[in-house]
């Protein structure tokens, strides 16, 4: 959330109000909730598997119209959407393997280079993505978010319990 704290581009009560109050269509199901001032302090936003990827998916929607052209930060998040957008593609053109590999050492420099942090083991996964698609085809018919969605019952019940 470096927009959000360092370039003071937009308030985080703005973008939560826009979170709550925008229209997610057939992502309605997977409507991200609002954002905690404290979770992102600590890099740690609270949001499930498929409520991440609805707000990374209309980010730009929602607070694309407070980012200045050619800001070098949003560029780091376009490149994250066309990585997603890749990924969760049902069918692919020739050439896009490498375009992926590209997009995603591009993101990995970019995100070193401004959010100060070390890369976490899932962005070295990342690196394995265009291999995986030459082997198997579109990533997508590979992915298990929909078993993600049957933890959640067990999760709820062990949170409850508070049973590890």
């Not at 992926?100 to 990995?108: D, N, R």
Request: hydrophobic residues 40%; proline residues 4%.
């Amino acid at each position: 959330m470096f927009i959000v704290y360092d370039l003071k581009l937009f308030s985080l009560e703005v973008l939560n109000d826009r979170i709550v109050s925008f229209d997610y269509g057939p992502d309605k199901g997977s409507k991200p909730t609002v954002l905690n001032v404290e979770n992102i302090r600590k890099h740690n936003i609270r949001l499930s598997a498929s409520e991440m990827m609805t707000l990374v998916r209309y980010f730009g929607l929602l607070i694309g119209d407070f980012i200045p052209r050619n800001d070098p930060v949003w560029y780091l998040y376009i490149l994250l959407r066309q990585i997603l957008d890749l990924i969760t593609s049902l069918s692919l053109q020739k050439g896009c393997c490498e375009f992926l590999q590209t997009l995603i050492a591009e993101h990995h420099d970019l995100y070193l280079k401004y959010s100060n942090l070390y890369l976490k083991p899932k962005y070295h996964f990342m690196l394995h993505y265009h291999t995986l698609l030459k082997k198997f085809g579109p990533l997508v018919s590979l992915w298990s978010m929909r078993f993600e969605a049957k933890h959640r019952i067990s999760k709820i019940s062990a949170n409850t319990s508070s049973n590890r």
